[in-house]
């Protein structure tokens, strides 16, 4: 036999390395908080119901919280031999309060306490993660509420298209931020839900009430098969594909910052506090922290394919495949924890660089078709205008002026509508102002859709 807490129908010892492989100790005692809630909530019920006796609860109860002090002042040696975070707990039970440490797992299973302790852990991230997303909603509202009339190149292709307002432009990141959000607590739901009693795989025939430890853990309901309880991992894929679409909303994001704090583009400074030198190059200012944020989402992609991979053809109910699910899963945590917290310090520290924003937008034409809306208004139809503007676009090119900068008898070469008032609506405040609507980038719109935004993160 050996000493292992499932020895009993063993004849010989696990083989060193198969024990060093098989364990998740290394990884998973991460989950302790959680492993000891969970126990804590499971042998509350089973007094309840009667299975155990109130004292017996009472030493289980204290003994884990004695662990669990022992843990956070780091005196627990954690055993590669007792392969996981529970039986690491479950051991250091029965040694500090004698036998009945062992009466703890009566009516449960591994299966589904690791299935319950993943889903506390992560119920909690998730509420740290949607705390860090409406701060960083809030850094961008207030930033674009700041930057309402601010002018800037709107662009297409990367091209200068249409003068829009760096408010509105920051509002477009907090759309996305917000729906990435609305995705989050959307898992949430989820997650929430108790896989404890389910046991290994067919529930267990101990009177338990699965209401009761629900209830003691904050679970909306039990889950409603034990099968699929003890087996799927689909909430933390879920997880994993909130995460993905955040990354690649925050990597869109360091991208522009990469480009905007370039001596080419200048329209903005990041903080020295966000940003490091070079070892050789005396002058260098490095966006270190978008870019690096850039970089990070690959490695939460390759999670979610990591989590979907490691699902693909299971067959029902809880295979040890499933341990894999930890290690990408916390990663993806961290890695979202990390860029967020980053995000969230960085934004509000933006300084807009309002002349080279503004320099840049009244290079490259942007007004033209303000200029053809305005031919439009004299009673052209569109396509003659876009002709006509084009035109005077060429013009300008080879003269090496903008629209505004031509006379009105140059201007007038192009079409003898053309009155003295054009002159309004080729400026770069005229043209953001006409794109008063809902959704558009004119100042007083910008400010209306921050206060909406304000408001949206008040009622969630
Ligand atoms: N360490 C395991 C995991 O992470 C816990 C469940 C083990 N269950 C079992 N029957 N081996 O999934």
Known sequence: HTNQSWGGRFSEPTDAFVAEFTASIGFDQRLYHHDIRGSIAHATMLAQVGVLKPEERDAIIDGLHAIEADIERGEIEWSVELEDIHMNIEARLTERIGPVGKKLHTGRSRNDQIATDIRLYLRDEIDTIAAELTRLRQGLIELADREAETIMPGFTHLQSAQPVTFGHHLLAWQEMIARDQQRLLDCRARVNILPLGAAALAGTSYPIDRHVTAELLGFARPAENSLDAVSDRDFAIEFTAFASLLLMHLSRMSEELVLWTSAQFNFIELPDRFCTGSSIMPQKKNPDVPE???????????????????????????????????????????????????????????????????????????????????????????????????????????????????????????????????????????????????GGTAPDQVRASAQRARDSIRAL
């Not at 991979?309 to 890695?335: G, H, R």
């Not at 396509?383 to 084009?390: C, I, K, L, S, Y």
């Open 292 to 438: 690096l944020v850039r970089g990070k989402t690959g490695r939460v992609y390759g999670h979610l394919m990591s989590l979907l991979t490691l699902m693909k053809s299971q067959p029902l109910a809880y295979n040890k495949d499933n341990q894999e699910d930890k290690e990408p899963l916390f990663d993806t945590v961290d890695t979202v924890r990390g860029c967020l917290r980053a995000f969230a310090d960085m934004i509000p520290a933006i300084e807009a660089r309002h002349d080279h924003m503004r320099e840049a937008a009244r290079r490259g034409f942007s007004t033209a078709t303000d200029l053809a809306d305005y031919l439009v208004r004299r009673g052209l139809a569109f396509r003659d205008a876009h002709e006509v503007v084009g035109h005077a676009v060429a013009f300008g090119i080879e003269q090496g002026r903008d629209l505004a900068e031509m006379s009105l008898e140059e201007l007038r070469r192009f079409s003898d509508t053309i009155g003295e008032d054009v002159f309004e609506v080729l400026t770069l405040e005229g043209s953001v102002a006409a794109r008063n609507h809902i």
